[in-house]
């Protein structure tokens, strides 16, 4: 059996609804609500669970997972909200999951070719072409990403430290290091919110993201470098400099300049003080 899994966070009722009833009549549907006000979701293809206090992404997701192990799912696929998906999305990727498993039986996690609201590729780091259009990489975002559930709890889950950002790439590191392929199929498009806007510099398309987003993600990334992954230092490295650029051109382009601020040193300092979870704002 195949499933799908959605995190909601703050988002319209009705609209969300309407979507995960569609979904349902086709596919088992998991859905962890970390809003503070719930849904009154019910049928028997929805597995519905509230959490007012929103635990975070990667608590959500891994509590879904041994559900759906629980109810003998092979595969999942999980989905943001803020993607934009439909039945043919869903079973194009379960379907070229199934093909490139076979071929590889150490495919960890498969997952689309993001594309933001405006038409541009979202920007992944992919590296060599296996197939057709098919190419392994060295992390995908969560949105996406079609896996069987047994797999993530083989592996350890996901990384509930780091509460929100950082989930996917992390995970995806450390299947890369057991050995694992993690892939991204081009021929299949996911259209996907980036973020609350867009920068756009010569060569390259940047996401805009919160001022609390901002605290997740520097803090995260340092955690990572300072606490795990010696065996990949250089990559966490390269990905520090990246946010550290973002950091810039945020602080140029957008608004909200000084909070941008304060929430980055306090994910600087959060991070060599190694406290993690949610954000204490």
């Not at 590889?104 to 979202?122: I, K, S």
């Not at 987003?213 to 520097?218: H, S």
Request: charged fraction near 25%; glycine fraction near 6%; hydrophobic fraction near 45%.
């Amino acid at each position: 059996m195949n499933a799908v899994l959605v995190v909601r966070y703050e988002i319209s009722s009705n609209i969300f609804s309407e979507l995960i009833f569609e979904i349902s009549k086709k596919f088992k549907v998991y859905v962890y609500d970390n809003s503070k006000v719930g849904l009154n979701l019910g049928g028997s293809a929805i597995y519905y669970f509230h959490d007012p206090d929103n635990g975070g992404l990667a608590k959500a997701i891994n509590h879904c997972v041994n559900q759906a192990i629980s109810d003998g799912v092979e595969q999942l696929v999980y989905f943001d909200q803020d993607s934009r998906l439909n039945l043919e999305l869903i079973s194009d990727l379960f379907s070229s999951y199934d093909r490139v498993l076979k071929k590889h039986p150490n495919l960890f996690v498969l997952g689309p070719q993001p594309v933001m609201v405006d038409g541009d590729f979202y920007p992944i780091k992919l590296e060599k072409e296996i197939d057709n259009d098919l190419f392994g990489a060295s992390e995908i975002i969560t949105s996406g990403m079609v896996f069987k559930p047994f797999f993530v709890r083989e592996l350890g889950y996901f990384d509930e430290d780091l509460f929100l950002d950082l989930v996917d790439f992390e995970i995806c590191w450390r299947a890369r290091a057991a050995g694992m392929l993690v892939a991204v199929d081009r021929r299949i498009k996911m259209v996907h919110e980036v973020g609350e806007a867009t920068i756009k510099i010569p060569f390259r398309v940047l996401p805009v993201s919160s001022p609390v987003r901002n605290y997740y993600q520097l803090r995260n990334m340092l955690y990572l470098a300072i606490y795990k992954y010696n065996y990949s230092k250089s990559k966490v490295f390269y990905y520090l400099l990246r946010r550290a650029f973002n950091i810039f051109i945020n602080l140029i382009f957008s608004d909200n300049k000084l909070l941008r601020l304060k929430y980055n040193y306090c994910g600087v300092k959060d991070a060599i003080k190694n406290k993690m979870g949610k954000a204490p704002f």
